[in-house]
Each structure stands twice: as C-alpha cells, then as structure tokens.
C-alpha cells in the first residue's frame, strides 16, 4: 500500500464555488436551499432546490466558462464541469503544477459527487 498526501482542496457547492466562500457560508449557517429560478417549476411539487449558484464566477458563484469551453460543455452534463472545476481548485491550492509526463502520471485527485448525470440518464 502506499501512502497519499492530501495537499490541495476544491469544492463546487449549492453553497458557493470554492472552498473559502463554501466554508464561510457553512460558518455563517447559511442553506444552500434556495427557490428554483433556473427553468419552470409550476408543475412541481417541489420548488426548492439545492442547485450551485450560477453567475460570472465572483462571490462564489459558478461560471462553466472559466473550466470548460462552451463546445465542450455541451457534450457533458454539468457534474463532469463541477469535478473538472474542483479538481483545477485543488490542484491549484496545493500550488502542482506538475510539467513532465512523470509527474502528471504521478498526480491524482478524488472526486465525489453527491448524484450526477441526471439529464444524461433521462436522455
């Protein structure tokens, strides 16, 4: 077995995007619930969501543009944008940058998603 060092964090939250305002919010005892804006919910029950916060990629609000180009996004459902985003913000903390292929096969990151691909399994 060998050992791993955790050395950089990342995190695309419904509370914010990054591990600073994430954690500042969670500190402040804020909920990541918030009333559902993003498509028509008339039809549902439930109106309420936990959704990451969109918008330019300051405050803490999530900008797929800033981690993905746009063609590419359209192949992919937003989680694959999400993990793309948080693995660049860990890689980015533990400031690794490796350069020769040697480094780059000996650098990892872990990705957990609470549920992903929805709109890919409904396709």
Do not use: Y
């Not at 995007?17 to 039809?43: H, M, N, Q, Y």
């Not at 590419?72 to 020769?100: N, T, Y």
């Amino acid at each position: 077995m060998r050992r791993v060092v955790v050395t950089g964090l990342g995190m695309v939250s419904p509370l914010a995007c990054g591990v600073e305002p994430t954690w500042k919010r969670i500190l402040g005892g804020e909920s990541g619930a918030r009333k559902i804006e993003s498509f028509d919910v008339s039809d549902l029950t439930c109106k309420i969501a936990c959704q990451v916060p969109r918008g330019d990629g300051s405050g803490g609000t999530f900008n797929p543009d800033q981690w993905m180009e746009p063609k590419d996004q359209r192949k992919v459902d937003d989680f694959i944008i999400f993990a793309m985003c948080a693995a660049r913000q860990a890689l980015d903390d533990a400031d690794w940058h490796p350069a020769s292929e040697e480094e780059r096969c000996a650098t990892g990151t872990m990705i957990g998603s609470g549920i992903g691909g929805l709109s890919g399994i409904a396709d």
